[in-house]
């Protein structure tokens, strides 16, 4: 059964995104939400955390950061997930040690070796994509949905399908056996609000896990 993983905008307003996670996660089952706000300062991600962070986990879903191992440690957060270019020096293996037993995720694009890699080393998650053209940011690979099915084949660690995702493109995916379905635009763009967009994209994925006869 394929969950619903939350991305937040690229750029988020932190006296009111609270409120509009809260409306999202109270909209229906989310499994994580991932903080991921890529060009702001050290100081703007500090606060944003400390405005979301209590939202997500008072909800009992996981409340990751990107990119920064060091402030989901020290902030309280239940995780980090990690780019291949912000893994730094000792790739998977040192970001794993300095989460301890906190949840680690590892960007994978459509290499099958670096998410074999990521595994091995103690990744509790691996991510594919982008698997559609998405205007969140300029992907650089694209996956194609048959790494999703050998992926869920092969290994026993969850798989996230992350890029362009939307109620109507999704059920390949979930047919293919992702774990995790990571959704941005179609949740914080959706017209009649973030709960609703919430809402679409559980109804689709239910209908690809429940296809009518």
Not at 22 to 37: E, Y
Not at 120 to 138: L, M, R
């Amino acid at each position: 059964m394929s969950q619903l993983y939350l991305v937040t905008p690229p750029r988020i307003e932190v006296a009111t995104f609270p409120d509009a996670l809260a409306a999202a996660l109270d909209a229906g089952p989310v499994a994580c939400v991932q903080l991921r706000l890529k060009d702001a300062a050290e100081d703007e991600v500090r606060r944003a955390i400390d405005a979301l962070r209590p939202v997500a986990q008072a909800r009992d879903v996981a409340f990751l950061v990107n990119d920064r191992a060091d402030l989901a440690v020290e902030l309280g957060c239940d995780g980090a997930h990690l780019g291949q270019e912000d893994l730094g020096p000792g790739g998977v293996a040192a970001a794993r040690r300095m989460l301890g037993g906190l949840s680690l995720g590892v960007t994978c694009h459509s290499s099958r070796h670096l998410a074999m890699e990521a595994a091995e080393a103690g990744a509790d998650y691996v991510a594919f994509g982008a698997f559609f053209p998405t205007a969140t940011k300029q992907a650089k690979t694209r996956a194609e949905v048959d790494i999703i099915a050998w992926w869920a084949d092969v290994m026993e660690v969850p798989c996230v399908a992350i890029g362009g995702i939307t109620p109507e493109n999704c059920a390949p995916l979930v047919e293919a056996g992702a774990d995790f379905l990571a959704v941005v635009g179609a949740v914080w763009n959706h017209p009649d609000g973030p709960a609703a967009g919430v809402r679409a994209m559980l109804a689709a994925m239910t209908l690809a896990e429940n296809p009518k006869s």
